[in-house]
T-cell receptor, first 114, second 112 residues
């Protein structure tokens, strides 16, 4: 079975541009998470969905960030406008049962904003 | 802010045993997980403790003491490929199930 699939794997853009990161969770998983990883702040939870519904978005840094999950097999994280401080690796993860403590992570999208 | 504390780095030689500690603060406890990450790749799940005691999975074991708000990951018969970052993860104070926070990670270096 395919794991969590993220795209693009690498993105380099200029400040002010819109960035859209995409995620396909593992089929059958009902929870989806977006994390951001930087050297300074480690792994930060941005938002998570359960059954396609956003449950907690308190980790989203500011209004420039938005996330959607239109169906069980697809989610997007959008940054508009992007800033250099948004440079990070963005991970998507999914889970079929939160009581197991197990998340399945994608390979991440490495974003560089110049 | 962060509510899971772990050492920033640990070093050991091949064949040795190493223990990575994690202390946490949470009022809504749902268990403690451990993840491994190689060179910025995808974090991968290692173990989960929902109850006190030791869970063993091959060369890796994980321990939890809820009364002490403390857990550890024990790696035995270390191999070079075990060099990676290890993260403990759990719910933050007052969180609902699903809001999983990660510690800052412990960088393990295994020397030949």
């Amino acid at each position: 079975d395919a794991g969590v699939i993220q795209s693009p794997r690498h993105e380099v853009t200029e400040m002010g541009q819109e960035v859209t990161l995409r995620c396909k969770p593992i089929s059958g998983h009902n929870s989806l998470f977006w994390y951001r990883q930087t050297m300074m702040r480690g792994l930060e939870l941005l938002i998570y969905f359960n059954n396609n519904v956003p449950i907690d978005d308190s980790g989203m840094p500011e209004d420039r960030f938005s996330a959607k999950m239109p169906n069980a097999s697809f989610s997007t994280l959008k940054i508009q406008p992007s800033e250099p401080r948004d440079s990070a690796v963005y991970f998507c993860a999914s889970s079929w049962d939160l009581n197991t403590g197990e998340l399945f992570f994608g390979e991440g999208s490495r974003l560089t904003v110049l | 802010g962060q509510s899971l504390e772990q050492p920033s780095e640990v070093t050991a030689v091949e064949g040795a045993i190493v223990q990575i500690n994690c202390t946490y603060q949470t009022s809504g406890f749902y268990g403690l997980s451990w993840y491994q990450q190689h060179d910025g790749g995808a974090p991968t799940f290692l173990s989960y403790n929902a109850l006190d005691g030791l869970e063993e999975t091959g060369r890796f074991s994980s321990f939890l003491s809820r009364s002490d708000s403390y857990g550890y990951l024990l790696l035995q018969e270390l191999q070079m490929k075990d060099s990676a970052s290890y993260f403990c993860a759990g719910p933050d104070r007052g969180s609902t199930l699903g809001r999983l926070y990660f510690g800052r990670g412990t960088q393990l270096t295994v020397w030949p």
